[in-house]
């Protein structure tokens, strides 16, 4: 590795995170905020989890759809996909809370008056499901032409040859397209998946207790925003760097057993 290559960048960061973690130990406030944030960790993290592994299945449908020879699955993944990818995701999540989700309960409230199933009401469908539905629908979006393009990526040459071997399009898609594609989707999957985590701090908007919300209740309460904003970029900060880093070790074994 050569000195343009060496990365300085990484160093500053570590030096910064290095202080700020000796804040951490060092300082009352600092501690005091840490310990307040920790719930707000594993909400994020959940948060994140749950929402991209449900718009991957969602996104790779998408895609399987928008590549379907069938003109009206195109065009209903091209309508879904323009849509969402046009709305901000602050917007969005205002509409599935507040919009959707009633929708949705009045919907299952006429089922039920029929079926003489018990009713249910708005505030019993939890502020962090809507949340989950609302990131899982936005980055459905994304994550589809992610899937699109690494599909498309793989050579006509060898979905033919196993398609004269006999394979079915399960069979073909199975051992023959996705693995390929998986080695071409994989960089931008983990990018929307540090992506993600970074906008679930969107959630606080309505109210779920993730770390920025517990961020902003604290620094509203000891009126510290200094300490208590800088602990909150720490904590940011060593979750996606460090998931950024393991991402690039992965690709890199990726790229090295292909």
């Not at 996104?59 to 309508?79: D, H, M, N, T, Y």
């Not at 993600?196 to 000891?222: E, F, H, I, P, Y």
Request: glycine share 6%; proline share 3%.
């Amino acid at each position: 590795m050569g000195k343009a290559d060496f990365p300085y960048w990484l160093v500053a960061v570590i030096a910064i995170g290095l202080y700020l973690f000796w804040q951490v130990f060092t300082d009352d406030t600092y501690s005091k905020v840490l310990s307040t944030l920790r719930k707000g960790m594993w909400v994020t993290v959940y948060v994140t989890l749950i929402a991209y592994a449900m718009a991957c299945f969602l996104g790779l449908a998408l895609a399987l759809a928008a590549l379907s020879r069938s003109i009206i699955l195109r065009q209903i993944a091209r309508f879904y996909i323009e849509i969402m990818r046009g709305v901000p995701i602050i917007v969005l999540l205002l509409y599935v809370a507040f919009v959707l989700a009633p929708g949705l309960v009045m919907a299952w409230n006429w089922v039920a008056e029929m079926i003489e199933a018990d009713p249910i009401r708005t505030r019993d469908f939890s502020l962090l499901w809507r949340a989950i539905i609302a990131l899982t629908l936005a980055y459905a979006s994304f994550l589809a032409e992610v899937f699109r393009a690494g599909l498309q990526s793989v050579d006509i040459g060898q979905i033919e040859a196993a398609e004269a071997l006999g394979m079915n399009r399960w069979q073909r898609f199975r051992h023959i397209v996705f693995p390929q594609a998986l080695r071409t989707i994989l960089p931008p999957l983990g990018n929307d998946f540090v992506a993600m985590l970074k906008d679930s701090s969107l959630v606080s908007v309505l109210g779920v207790t993730d770390v920025t919300q517990l961020g902003k209740v604290t620094a509203a309460g000891n009126f510290r925003y200094f300490e208590t904003y800088n602990v909150v970029a720490l904590v940011y900060l060593t979750m996606t760097i460090s998931l950024s880093i393991v991402l690039r070790r992965f690709e890199k074994r990726m790229r090295q057993r292909s």
